[in-house]
């Protein structure tokens, strides 16, 4: 016998007695409400001091970013869905009051509006959670990320081969010239030679005029004459164009033509595994607890040259030094722990080599040639070889790094390396053995090397992957933000600090 079936009733026209509130619908602890809660305690007077004033009304700048640090949190960064949420979803419509900004403003609200303003308020939600007791800014680690810029992979500008086209243009020229001089061999009144050191569109116009006036009348070949053309048509023009492209670059080696502020860079997440090389920015990071504390943008496509930076820029935005400081080897150059040591920070920062000297020395494993190893006579300053030659000093020299540090190494060369019979293992040079030794190095690695092995320093270690690596895990895999939707380094720069607080903010609401 079957049984009779019951449907719940089905009314689209019921009307309720008490209008309904969005308010009921969003649950208590909702992320969304911790967004509203964290946004509604910053000051953003900065931002509201950046609306001129007349015309038509604006939408508020509060709704509007917690509209967007909420899209980000749900994993919504392209305005047209924002804009789309803000009509369909509950949450965005509790949160905006619903009022429904259009995809431009919303765009222009983050491209614009939040340039040079959402640092600030980054560094307020930072010490509203540091007054929670969720993140310290004592001990931090720090780490970078490469994320791919909204920019075309194929629109390269290299500055290698801008030097190699001015390189050619300078060598044509002077080929040129010599045409003219070769001319002028039987008259013996060669014209002054013009100057080929200084590249530059009017000079090269200037010596293609000069060319031109002194093969005047001269029964010339017809190939120098239609080089002559070309190179007037063409030469200044192109050096202009690399001298923009030069000046767009500064110290860089690419840029992209689509996002001049982005550079080429090797990614991990090589999807097409040819190695290939994109557009993207090099994204310096600190954490504390899996809470991003800081965060800065770096062009380069090496760590190691933007730790004094990111430093600086935490010191500056907190007022405060941080007291221990966790890294890869990445980071562990002279330049770095040298300022970490001015700064009385602790460095918990590993330098290449860290680990196989650790491995090396638990198998029991040295290299007798290695320059560690060597004897050395502090007195006499002197090294002694395997074969118990005397390796003296032979001078020192400076040399400066990328930044501007100054090096100070010390050179030691061994008298007769002939004929002796542990040469093959012991160097591939053709004369007597020369070792460098840098003592500021040596020292500042031995010190490294204490903290590292220490039981603090273990556990440093150890944190450092799952906390500073795992922010940036889940913001490329589970956040699955793998490309910046803006272009140029202070939208970007704005974008990343977006990330960053919908990070710590979904954080927060798991935590709670
Ligand atoms: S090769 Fe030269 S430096 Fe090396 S062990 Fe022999 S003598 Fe010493």
């Not at 000051?43 to 009304?57: F, K, M, N, P, V």
Request: one cysteine or more.
């Amino acid at each position: 016998m079957s049984r009779k079936v019951i449907f719940k009733t089905y009314n689209q026209d019921q009307l309720s007695l008490l209008p309904p509130s969005y308010d009921d619908l969003v649950p208590a602890n909702h992320p969304v409400r911790i967004v509203n809660m964290i946004i509604d305690n910053v000051d953003i007077s900065a931002l509201e001091e950046s609306y001129r004033g007349g015309g038509t009304s604006s939408y508020h700048p509060r709704m509007l970013l917690k509209v967007i640090i909420y899209a980000y949190l749900r994993n919504l960064y392209s305005s047209r869905k924002i804009e789309q949420a803000l009509s369909e979803n509950i949450h965005f419509m509790w949160l905006s009051g619903q009022s429904k900004p259009d995809h431009n403003t919303i765009n222009d609200f983050r491209g614009k509006r939040l340039q040079g303003n959402l640092k600030k308020i980054f560094h307020q939600v930072v010490l509203l959670l540091v007054e929670q007791g969720v993140v310290s800014l004592k001990d931090i680690f720090v780490d970078g990320t490469k994320i791919e810029a909204n920019a075309n992979r194929y629109t390269f500008v290299w500055g290698k081969s801008i030097k190699t086209s001015k390189e050619r243009i300078r060598k044509q020229l002077k080929e040129l010239w010599s045409y003219v001089e070769r001319v002028y061999k039987e008259e013996q009144t060669i014209p002054n030679t013009p100057d080929f050191e200084v590249i530059d569109a009017a000079k090269i116009e200037d010596t293609i005029n000069q060319i031109n006036e002194a093969l005047k009348g001269k029964d010339i070949d017809k190939k120098i004459k239609q080089k002559l053309n070309y190179a007037k048509k063409n030469w200044p023009v192109n050096i202009a164009k690399y001298q923009h492209q030069e000046a767009i670059l500064k110290d860089r080696n690419s840029y992209s033509k689509t996002d001049t502020d982005a550079t080429f860079m090797r990614m991990k997440e090589d999807h097409m595994q040819n190695g290939q090389l994109k557009p993207a920015y090099n994204v310096q990071a600190s954490t504390n607890n899996q809470y991003l504390t800081n965060y800065t943008l770096a062009q380069t496509t090496v760590d190691t040259t933007t730790l004094k930076d990111h430093v600086n820029n935490h010191i500056e935005n907190y007022n405060q030094i941080p007291k221990t400081l966790t890294a890869d080897a990445g980071y562990g150059s002279e330049e770095n722990y040298t300022d970490l040591e001015a700064k009385e920070i602790t460095a918990f920062v590993k330098y290449s080599y860290f680990h196989k000297e650790q491995l090396d020395k638990k198998r029991g494993k040295v290299n007798p040639f290695h320059p560690n190893e060597l004897h050395y006579n502090k007195e006499t300053d002197t090294y002694y070889c395997p074969m118990g030659q005397a390796m003296t000093n032979i001078g020192s020299y400076k040399r400066k790094t990328k930044n501007g540090f100054e090096q100070e190494i010390h050179r030691y060369q061994a008298q007769n390396c002939m004929g002796c019979s542990l040469r093959s293992r012991c160097h591939k040079s053709k004369y007597n053995r020369i070792i460098e030794r840098n003592y500021n190095l040596i020292r500042l690695k031995s010190k490294a090397k204490t903290v590292l092995i220490s039981e603090q320093g273990i556990a440093k270690r150890k944190q450092r992957c799952w906390d500073v690596e795992a922010v940036f895990g889940n913001i490329k895999h589970n956040m699955n933000f793998k490309r910046f939707m803006l272009r140029g380094i202070d939208k970007v720069n704005v974008e990343i600090g977006l990330i960053a607080m919908a990070h710590n903010l979904k954080k927060y609401s798991l935590a709670i």
